[in-house]
C-alpha cells in the first residue's frame, strides 16, 4: 500500500517556468490537498478538494492551479514561477468529512525558483 | 493571521528529559486539535489527538495537556529520545468547512 505519492521529489525552475507536481493516491480518499511548507511558518494550505471534479481555494491559492478529473490523482501546477513560490510542496489526502484531523501526507517535492 | 501559535521554534533535550511543546489559538470553534511529527525528508504524519472536552491525553510517552479557558494545548513528550528528534507541529480542527489549521512546527533535537 503505497499511500501518497508525490513526484518530483526536487526540481529547480527558472523564473518564468511552468510545471506540474503530481500527486495520486491509492486509499480510495475523496479529500486531497496541497500544502506548501516554508521554515517557521507551517504548512499553507493551497487548495484542497472534496472529490473529483470538485476544487476550491484554500490558504495561498495565488500562482497555482489543480484539477481533480478521478479519486485517485490530485496535480499542482505552477504558472509562471517565482522566487516566492521556492518551497517544500506535500500533498495529502483525508478519508471523508468526518476525519477529525487526520491526514495522509505524501513526501513532498522540494521546489527552487531561480 | 496565524490562528495558532506555536513555541518554541526549537528545543534541544538531552536523552531521558521531558520536551515541552506550547500552542495557542485563537478561534472557539475548533472541533479537534490533532499533532503531527515530521521527520526529515518525510511529510507528517499524525502523532497523537485531543478533543476540546477532554484536558488530557496520554499514549506511552506522549501526552496532551489541553486548557479550554486559556485557548491552550501542549505536548509533553517524557523520557525523550534520541529517535524523537522531528519536527512537531500543532494543528486545530474546524469541522465547519472541514479546516485544519497548523501552528508554525518546533524542532526538537534529543541528544545522547
Known amino acids: 500500500n503505497a499511500g501518497v505519492t508525490q513526484t518530483p521529489k526536487f526540481r529547480i525552475l527558472k523564473i518564468g517556468q511552468s510545471m506540474t507536481l503530481q500527486c495520486t493516491q491509492d486509499?480510495?480518499?475523496?479529500?486531497m490537498y496541497w500544502y506548501r511548507q516554508d521554515p517557521g511558518m507551517g504548512l499553507k494550505l493551497i487548495y484542497y478538494?472534496?472529490?473529483?471534479?470538485?476544487?476550491d481555494k484554500g490558504e495561498v491559492p495565488n500562482g497555482y492551479n489543480v484539477s481533480r478529473s478521478t479519486t485517485e490523482d490530485f496535480p499542482l501546477r505552477l504558472e509562471l514561477a517565482a522566487p516566492s513560490q521556492t518551497s517544500v510542496y506535500f500533498c495529502?489526502?483525508?478519508?471523508?468529512?468526518?476525519?477529525?484531523?487526520?491526514?495522509?501526507f505524501g513526501e513532498g517535492s522540494r521546489l527552487t525558483v531561480l | 493571521q496565524q490562528q495558532v501559535k506555536q513555541s518554541p521554534q526549537s528545543l534541544i533535550v538531552q536523552k531521558g528529559g521531558i520536551s515541552i511543546i506550547n500552542c495557542a489559538y485563537e478561534?472557539?470553534?475548533?472541533?479537534?486539535f490533532p499533532w503531527y511529527q515530521q521527520f526529515p525528508g518525510k511529510g507528517p504524519a499524525l502523532l497523537i489527538a485531543?478533543?476540546?472536552?477532554?484536558s488530557e491525553k496520554k499514549e506511552g510517552r506522549f501526552t496532551i495537556s489541553f486548557n479550554k479557558s486559556a485557548k491552550q494545548f501542549s505536548l509533553h513528550i517524557m523520557d525523550s529520545q534520541p529517535g524523537d528528534s522531528a519536527t512537531y507541529f500543532c494543528?486545530?480542527?474546524?469541522?465547519?468547512?472541514?479546516?485544519?489549521?497548523f501552528g508554525g512546527g518546533t524542532r526538537v533535537l534529543v541528544k545522547p
Open positions: 495529502a489526502s483525508s478519508r471523508d468529512a468526518s476525519w477529525s484531523g487526520e491526514l495522509f
Open positions: 486509499m480510495n480518499h475523496n479529500y
Open positions: 478538494s472534496v472529490g473529483a471534479g470538485i476544487t
Open positions: 478561534n472557539t470553534a475548533f472541533d479537534y
Open positions: 485531543i478533543r476540546p472536552d477532554v
Open positions: 494543528a486545530a480542527y474546524k469541522a465547519a468547512g472541514n479546516k485544519l489549521t
